[in-house]
C-alpha cells in the first residue's frame, strides 16, 4: 500500500497547450503510470507537478544537483596556461610557498568554469538550457589539492513564451574538503524542451 495520495482532484482535463492536467499538473504518461509507482517516483511526480502549478514547465522549483572537483596542483598549472592566467601564484611551486597562502591557488576563473558548467550538464540530460547571468563571489583561495563540493539549487523557475522555455533563478556555491566556503553564485538561465534530431 502506498504512502503517498494521487494528486487527482476530479478535475481531469488535459490542457493541449502545456501538455499538463488543468487540475493536478500531471502529464498523462504520469497519470497513466500513477499506480505501478513506487513512492520515491510518486513524491518525484508531485514535486514536478507543484513546480508547474506555481509556473515551470520544464525545470522542478527545489531541484539540487551537486559535483566535486578535486584540484592537484597540475591541473591548476595546465588550467591557468590554458586561459593566459600568468600569475606566478599558479604557476611557480616555491613562490606559492613563501605566500601568504603557503601552496599554488587556483585561478578563480577555474572553479567558476566548473560551477558554470555544471548547469549545463545537469540541465542538458533532459533539457537544453542556456546561460543568460551569472554572479559569482570568491569567498576564500583555492588550494593546490582542495576537493571542492560544488552546489546548485533552482529557487524560482516560470514559463516564457518569449523564450520558449523556463527562466531559471538559481543559487549555487562550492565547499572545500573542510567545508569552508569558496564560492557563492547565482545564476539565471533558460531551459527549453530539447530539440529532437529530424
Keep these: 500500500m502506498s504512502d503517498v495520495a494521487s ?3 476530479d478535475v481531469c482535463r488535459m490542457n493541449p ?10 502529464t498523462i504518461d504520469e497519470i497513466a503510470a500513477w499506480a505501478s509507482s513506487d513512492d520515491d517516483e510518486k513524491r518525484a511526480v508531485l514535486a514536478r507537478a507543484e513546480s508547474r502549478r506555481l509556473g515551470a514547465r520544464i525545470v522542478t522549483i527545489g531541484e539540487s544537483f551537486e559535483a566535486t572537483l578535486a584540484l592537484p596542483s597540475g591541473s ?11 600569475n606566478p601564484l599558479h604557476h611557480d611551486d616555491a613562490l606559492a610557498r613563501a605566500s601568504r597562502f603557503g601552496s599554488l591557488i587556483a585561478s578563480g576563473t577555474q572553479p567558476t568554469a ?3 558548467a555544471m548547469l549545463a550538464t545537469h540541465f542538458s540530460r533532459y533539457a537544453q538550457p542556456l546561460g543568460l547571468e551569472f554572479g559569482i ?11 571542492l563540493t560544488m552546489s546548485w539549487r533552482v529557487v524560482e523557475a516560470k514559463w516564457k513564451a518569449s523564450l520558449n522555455g523556463d527562466l531559471v533563478k538559481l543559487e549555487g556555491g562550492a565547499v572545500n574538503q573542510l567545508d569552508e566556503p ?17
Design 182 to 198: 569558496v564560492m557563492k553564485a547565482s545564476a539565471t538561465i533558460v531551459v527549453m524542451h530539447k530539440e529532437r534530431a529530424t
Design 114 to 116: 566548473h560551477l558554470m
Design 17 to 26: 497547450e502545456t501538455g499538463f492536467c488543468d487540475g493536478c499538473f500531471r
Design 76 to 86: 591548476i598549472k595546465h588550467f591557468a596556461t590554458l586561459v593566459n592566467d600568468l
Design 7 to 9: 494528486p487527482c482532484v
Design 137 to 147: 563571489r570568491l569567498t576564500r583561495a583555492v588550494k593546490a589539492d582542495d576537493v
